[in-house]
């Protein structure tokens, strides 16, 4: 195991080396085991994410905050850092959990980086464990947004409709697959008035949503993005304008006459001006002549 490798890519040096060993260390390997480091480490892992995003997002109120360092914190957070790190290839597992594939396990890659954490704390304090917290967060907080971190995609697709002032999705179950141990549901979505229907798939009924969800998101950001109203867009030929005329909508199919009829007066009583105003100008040029 190649210690001053992992040290180096935390950005720490252990003053106390045993620290380090145990914290690697899973309880299916040795008595002496990390969990009571994983206890603190936790601690101190959300203490710090809490200090960051305070600091960070002055305007976001305590609810979103704790929202988003939720998000942050979350085991599959840790495991992503944790495999930036290579993490599997320093953890001290039993035989048994080694043979099962235990060094590639979410959860405990996850756990173990928040020991890391904890033992760091023991080694050189609080502030030497909040320096490598941050670093190794710099590059997820560079690209947080707390608006939305955090949130399901059915959340997201309500608030972005409603932001829009459209009616909310409709979810309907269209069928189920396989045995009742192992289902799947496929799940349809609705957005009547974008003309959206998508459907997803999931091994439960709210993975099926929120697979919907994510597709009818898309979709529907897409649309209002060519058209911002989120409306067809009317026939510019009914809001045509030209010198000296006015603006006609035509409403409805017995108006269409009447409003060609006023059309064609105003362009004839257009043109008939241009011609007054050209010969005013000829009979003037003359007399100067």
């Known amino acids: 195991m190649n210690e001053q490798l992992l040290q180096k890519r935390l950005g720490h040096q252990f003053n106390h080396v045993a620290l380090l060993q145990q914290a690697l260390t899973h309880r299916s390997h040795s008595v002496t085991h990390n969990e009571r ?23 976001i109120d305590e609810g979103d905050l704790s929202r988003v360092r939720a998000n942050l914190v979350k085991q599959q957070s840790l495991f992503e850092i944790a ?27 996850a756990d173990t980086l928040e020991t890391l954490f904890g033992a760091i704390y023991l080694d050189a304090g609080f502030e030497a464990a909040r320096q490598v917290i941050q670093s190794l967060y710099a ?7 707390p608006t ?17 002032k459209i009616a909310l999705p409709q979810y309907n179950v269209v069928a189920t697959h396989g045995a009742a141990h192992n289902q799947e549901f496929e799940i349809e979505c609705l957005v009547p008035k974008l003309e959206i229907q998508v459907f997803g798939t999931g091994g439960s009924r709210r993975a099926g949503e929120q697979a919907a969800a994510k597709l009818a998101l898309e979709t529907a950001v897409s649309l209002l993005s060519k ?5 067809k867009t009317k026939p510019r030929a009914a809001q045509m304008k030209l010198v000296g005329i006015a603006t006609i909508q035509s409403t409805s199919k017995s108006g269409e006459a009447a409003n060609a ?12 001006s241009h011609a007054s105003a050209d010969e005013a100008m000829a009979s003037t040029q003359s007399k100067l002549l």
């Open 37 to 59: 480091l994983e206890f603190l480490g936790d601690s101190i892992l959300n203490c710090v994410v809490a200090s960051i995003l305070f600091d960070a997002f002055e305007n």
């Open 83 to 109: 495999q930036k790190l290579e993490l599997s290839q320093f953890l001290r597992l039993g035989e048994g959990e080694l043979k099962s594939g235990g060094f590639r396990r979410p959860s405990i890659l």
């Open 139 to 145: 590059p997820i907080l560079a690209s947080v947004d």
């Open 148 to 164: 939305t971190l955090g949130k399901d995609a059915k959340t997201l697709l309500q608030e972005f409709l409603q932001s829009k």
């Open 227 to 231: 058209t911002p109203s989120g409306r």
């Open 261 to 272: 009829k006023a059309l064609a007066a105003e362009i004839t009583r257009a043109d008939e």
